[in-house]
């Protein structure tokens, strides 16, 4: 994800911004780049690809200067190329900014800036903020009123650091939404959207909060709230060391992306959920292509396959259109009916998955529509793809999926839903409880997270357990399914999972005293089955765990341990359910010395059939 350093001081800015962008390389980006007040002048660098390819670039050019902003970025509006990377400046190079967040009205804004004049030279969000502090600059005269009046126009989030040619020793940060701090040095101060950059340099740091707006000089901070009265805020002092500061003070990076999925859903609905319509801009799919599909399949590997059955049945509960769901390697070699009136979609974190690759390849050498839904910019199933859903889960590290996971989940939700509305299959007052629902969702994880202890306390009790059965049904079995195999993944127990129905036609027979059966139950409609199915396990003598809702008193009759999440409807309460699986399976993965992020065998982006 996009990384951000700032400096002013007394030293040469060049190497400080370099070092303090290559702290946050762990993040994950594509491109980088810097600018530097050298001479009176603005003087800008940046290139796609790794910071090294930078520093090349950097290395022969005398770039001394004692204030500047640097960037890494990791691409959300246009691919990484070195027009898209920043910073960006405006048109006579006298402003420069960097950008870590999303602007949400950047198409209305760009167009009003276009109607006054204004060139764009990238495919990027971030451009209009520039060019509008430009237009304000012009009309206040002065950069701290022009800052103010451009946040005022700006929706979305932001974490900003900008420098302008008329102020040479001034620094300028503001945030909303998107982390930034400010390093306190001595005669020497900097920005960063994350502690690493400046661990080299300082611990001190004044956190920024959202509204605020800094300007910098290397011996005076000054914070003003988003009314522009001054604030004082305390120094805190960072306590971590580099290794723990990367991963944000977790573990492990698996713990840390479990933690990130509130703001990853958030990030993947932010600006999507309008009053009465779903707006995914890279989808063009409208009635009357839905109406001539006549066959809709979901293709995809891995966690990101069971993300797609979640899919198939939102798809077929809400619009009523029926789906296939295949795994991408058998789907290539099943010689699948595809003719120009397929719609082919395709989940992948990576977009470069070797088998979902070739199944886009494949399906639309045979006419069929592509629809991707993909987590990284600019990858290769994101170029190939007919319509796109990004799911802005943000970078993910661990090995095994979990932010991107519920991304996907929540993406195909929307999608469902889009063509529900599309399709008229929806009335805006169903519409309206699937926006408060999926507001709400960022929260209700929020509250799961934070009974964390309680489920890494419980999963001791199952240290000596020899084997892990999942059981559920309807979307619960969907969830067993991606909670068993994140179990299988990180801590090497045998586990499977089984429609609750299933099992006494066959797995019931490997049930013994050492084995933990766990029943997923949120869908009403079966919940009395379901405790049946519970009930054959227990009376094998195998341990019991339910996640269930609160309130469900029927599931104490059977279980030894329960985890309530809350209700929130049929489709959302299972997404909830996942959570304390993957907390579960972490846990275990942990009391097993297993290593998590780098489970065995596993490979995080898997580009061979
Ligand atoms: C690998 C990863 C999984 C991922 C799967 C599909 O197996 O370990 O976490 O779900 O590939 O990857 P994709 O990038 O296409 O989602």
Same mark, same amino acid.
Not at 45 to 64: A, H
């Given at each position: 994800m996009c990384g951000i350093a700032g400096y002013v001081g007394n030293k040469e800015a060049l190497s400080i911004l370099i070092n303090g962008l290559s702290k946050l390389e762990y993040r994950g980006y594509d491109s980088a780049g810097i600018s530097i007040i050298c001479d009176g002048n603005i003087k800008t660098v940046k290139k796609k690809g790794r910071i090294s390819v930078l520093e090349e670039f950097v290395k022969n050019?005398? &770039?001394? !200067? +004692?204030? @500047?902003? !640097? +960037?890494?970025?990791?691409?959300? +509006? !246009? /691919?990484?190329?070195? =027009?898209?990377?920043h910073p +960006?400046?405006?048109?006579? !190079?006298? &402003?420069? &900014?960097?950008? *870590? @967040?999303? &602007? /949400? *009205? #950047?198409? =209305? %804004?760009?167009?009003? %800036?276009?109607?006054?004049? #204004?060139?764009?030279l990238s495919d990027t969000d971030t451009e209009v903020v520039v060019h509008l502090l430009d237009y304000y600059y012009k009309k206040d005269k002065n950069i701290k009123d022009a800052v103010f009046s451009t946040l005022n126009q700006i929706e979305g989030t932001y974490a900003l650091g900008i420098i302008c040619k008329d102020y040479p020793d001034t620094l300028i940060a503001a945030r909303k939404g998107s982390p930034l701090i400010i390093g306190v040095g001595e005669n020497e101060n900097f920005i960063a959207s994350d502690v690493p950059a400046i661990l080299n340099y300082t611990k001190k740091i004044y956190l920024l909060d959202d509204g605020e707006v800094a300007l910098i000089n290397k011996d005076l901070i000054l914070i003003y709230d988003k009314n522009k009265n001054e604030v004082k805020k305390d120094i805190f002092e960072v306590t971590w060391d580099m290794e723990s500061a990367e991963k944000g003070g977790f573990e492990h990076f698996m713990l840390k992306e479990i933690f990130d999925q509130p703001k990853a859903i958030k990030d993947t609905l932010l600006g999507r959920l309008k009053n009465d319509y779903i707006n995914l801009d890279e989808i063009k799919i409208d009635k009357q292509i839905l109406e001539n599909i006549n066959r809709v399949y979901i293709v995809a590997c891995g966690t990101a396959y069971h993300a797609g059955l979640m899919g198939k049945k939102f798809i077929e509960s809400l619009c009523g259109i029926p789906v296939i769901t295949d795994v991408a390697s058998e789907f290539r070699y099943n010689n699948p009916i595809i003719d120009n009136k397929t719609l082919l979609i395709v989940l992948s974190q990576s977009g470069e998955t070797a088998d979902t690759l070739a199944a886009v390849r494949l399906a639309k050498e045979k006419g069929a529509r592509i629809l991707g839904v993909v987590n990284t910019v600019g990858s290769s199933i994101a170029r190939e793809a007919d319509d796109l859903l990004y799911t802005l889960a943000g970078l993910e590290i661990a090995v095994a999926s979990t932010k991107a996971y519920t991304s996907q989940v929540v993406s195909m939700y929307l999608l469902a839903n889009l063509f529900a509305l599309e399709l008229g299959k929806i009335s805006k007052n169903d519409f309206e409880n699937v926006k408060l629902t999926l507001e709400k969702l960022p929260g209700y994880i929020e509250d799961i997270l934070k009974e964390s202890d309680k489920i890494e306390k419980l999963s001791k009790e199952y240290i000596n357990i020899k084997n892990v059965f999942y059981i559920g049904r309807g979307l619960d079995y969907f969830i067993c399914k991606e909670g068993s195999l994140k179990l299988k993944e990180v801590s090497y127990l045998y586990s499977e999972a089984y429609p609750a129905g299933e099992l006494k036609h066959g797995p019931i027979a490997l049930l013994q005293e050492d084995s933990l059966v766990i029943g997923i139950a949120t869908c009403e409609n079966t919940m009395e089955k379901l405790v049946s199915n519970l009930q054959e396990c227990k009376a094998r003598g195998s341990k019991i765990l339910s996640i269930t809702t609160e309130n469900n008193n029927i599931i104490k009759k059977v279980a030894d341990n329960i985890i309530y999440i809350p209700y929130a409807g049929e489709f959302i309460t299972p997404i909830l359910a996942n959570i304390p699986l993957q907390l579960f399976a972490y846990y275990m993965a942990i009391n097993l010395g297993r290593d998590v992020d780098k489970p065995r065998n596993l490979a995080k982006s898997v580009t061979v059939e």
């Amino acid at each position: 994800m996009c990384g951000i350093a700032g400096y002013v001081g007394n030293k040469e800015a060049l190497s400080i911004l370099i070092n303090g962008l290559s702290k946050l390389e762990y993040r994950g980006y594509d491109s980088a780049g810097i600018s530097i007040i050298c001479d009176g002048n603005i003087k800008t660098v940046k290139k796609k690809g790794r910071i090294s390819v930078l520093e090349e670039f950097v290395k022969n050019d005398k &770039i001394n !200067g +004692h204030i @500047g902003i !640097g +960037h890494t970025r990791w691409a959300t +509006h !246009g /691919e990484p190329s070195d =027009k898209n990377s920043h910073p +960006h400046t405006n048109t006579d !190079g006298s &402003i420069s &900014i960097v950008h *870590n @967040g999303i &602007i /949400e *009205n #950047y198409i =209305k %804004l760009r167009d009003d %800036l276009i109607s006054k004049g #204004y060139k764009f030279l990238s495919d990027t969000d971030t451009e209009v903020v520039v060019h509008l502090l430009d237009y304000y600059y012009k009309k206040d005269k002065n950069i701290k009123d022009a800052v103010f009046s451009t946040l005022n126009q700006i929706e979305g989030t932001y974490a900003l650091g900008i420098i302008c040619k008329d102020y040479p020793d001034t620094l300028i940060a503001a945030r909303k939404g998107s982390p930034l701090i400010i390093g306190v040095g001595e005669n020497e101060n900097f920005i960063a959207s994350d502690v690493p950059a400046i661990l080299n340099y300082t611990k001190k740091i004044y956190l920024l909060d959202d509204g605020e707006v800094a300007l910098i000089n290397k011996d005076l901070i000054l914070i003003y709230d988003k009314n522009k009265n001054e604030v004082k805020k305390d120094i805190f002092e960072v306590t971590w060391d580099m290794e723990s500061a990367e991963k944000g003070g977790f573990e492990h990076f698996m713990l840390k992306e479990i933690f990130d999925q509130p703001k990853a859903i958030k990030d993947t609905l932010l600006g999507r959920l309008k009053n009465d319509y779903i707006n995914l801009d890279e989808i063009k799919i409208d009635k009357q292509i839905l109406e001539n599909i006549n066959r809709v399949y979901i293709v995809a590997c891995g966690t990101a396959y069971h993300a797609g059955l979640m899919g198939k049945k939102f798809i077929e509960s809400l619009c009523g259109i029926p789906v296939i769901t295949d795994v991408a390697s058998e789907f290539r070699y099943n010689n699948p009916i595809i003719d120009n009136k397929t719609l082919l979609i395709v989940l992948s974190q990576s977009g470069e998955t070797a088998d979902t690759l070739a199944a886009v390849r494949l399906a639309k050498e045979k006419g069929a529509r592509i629809l991707g839904v993909v987590n990284t910019v600019g990858s290769s199933i994101a170029r190939e793809a007919d319509d796109l859903l990004y799911t802005l889960a943000g970078l993910e590290i661990a090995v095994a999926s979990t932010k991107a996971y519920t991304s996907q989940v929540v993406s195909m939700y929307l999608l469902a839903n889009l063509f529900a509305l599309e399709l008229g299959k929806i009335s805006k007052n169903d519409f309206e409880n699937v926006k408060l629902t999926l507001e709400k969702l960022p929260g209700y994880i929020e509250d799961i997270l934070k009974e964390s202890d309680k489920i890494e306390k419980l999963s001791k009790e199952y240290i000596n357990i020899k084997n892990v059965f999942y059981i559920g049904r309807g979307l619960d079995y969907f969830i067993c399914k991606e909670g068993s195999l994140k179990l299988k993944e990180v801590s090497y127990l045998y586990s499977e999972a089984y429609p609750a129905g299933e099992l006494k036609h066959g797995p019931i027979a490997l049930l013994q005293e050492d084995s933990l059966v766990i029943g997923i139950a949120t869908c009403e409609n079966t919940m009395e089955k379901l405790v049946s199915n519970l009930q054959e396990c227990k009376a094998r003598g195998s341990k019991i765990l339910s996640i269930t809702t609160e309130n469900n008193n029927i599931i104490k009759k059977v279980a030894d341990n329960i985890i309530y999440i809350p209700y929130a409807g049929e489709f959302i309460t299972p997404i909830l359910a996942n959570i304390p699986l993957q907390l579960f399976a972490y846990y275990m993965a942990i009391n097993l010395g297993r290593d998590v992020d780098k489970p065995r065998n596993l490979a995080k982006s898997v580009t061979v059939e």
